[in-house]
């Protein structure tokens, strides 16, 4: 087994939390995950913002957040669609250097939060196993829950991104169940490719509105105003 190619994250800085995971990887960072089918449109935009929103709050202090995606029926090798490049260009982010991938078992295992496009693709994380249930979210869940987290509970940014991030992850799962969508659609993120560039647009907006949040989150710093 091999590890995801380190390329695809902000960057590898460490900071104070615990030495390894429960499979014996490093601790020095956080690892998200973002889930679609193909990789080349709904889970290319999402990395790629979440990097640069993280990116525009923390700079280098980000280092220790790593944001990768695959999909489910990845494109292995395949550029992101030109709508999507397009989207992240109009967002300001970076979508050079891009290239698809298909969803592996490694890709899971290093993954401390996984936030999928729709609840099809959580069923199918979660059906790979690997102690994925409680690290595993539609991203759309995933806002719905942060919201609800009091951020005076997380620890503060000062001990570290990673402790922080981790501490996350564990009051959303706590909540799940407690917290329901209030309606089948609210948690999806729906499928663009074939698309006019409009419509790509308005799941870009739906990508940033439903990340804001969790960066926010994540590091504490809310988004420049």
């Known amino acids: 087994m091999t590890a995801p190619e380190a390329g695809r994250g902000i960057g590898g800085a460490g900071y104070g939390a615990e030495e390894t995971t429960t499979f014996g990887f490093p601790r020095d960072t956080f690892r998200i995950l973002h889930v679609s089918t193909g990789n080349v449109c709904r889970s290319p935009i999402t990395e790629r913002l979440t990097r640069h929103f993280v990116t525009e709050r923390l700079g280098v202090l980000g280092g220790g957040l790593v944001v990768e995606s695959a999909g489910t029926w990845g494109h292995e090798g395949a550029p992101m669609e030109s709508h999507a490049e397009t989207v992240l260009a109009e967002f300001g982010a970076d979508a050079s250097g891009f290239v698809g991938r298909e969803l592996l078992d490694e890709h899971v295992i290093m993954a401390d939060l996984v936030l999928t496009a ?52 564990r009051a959303a799962a706590a909540l799940r169940g407690w917290l329901l969508a209030p309606n089948a659609e609210a948690d999806e993120v729906y499928d663009p490719y074939g698309a006019p560039l409009t419509f790509f647009r308005s799941i870009g907006d739906e990508i940033r509105d439903a990340l804001d949040p969790v960066v926010t989150a994540l590091t504490g710093v809310p988004a420049r105003t």
């Open 118 to 169: 729709t609840r099809d693709h959580r069923a199918q994380v979660i059906s790979m196993g690997h102690s994925a249930g409680l690290r595993t979210f539609t991203l759309k869940e995933f806002t719905r829950l942060v919201r609800a987290i009091d951020p005076a509970t997380l620890p503060p940014l000062e001990d570290g991104l990673v402790m922080r991030a981790r501490a996350l992850v």
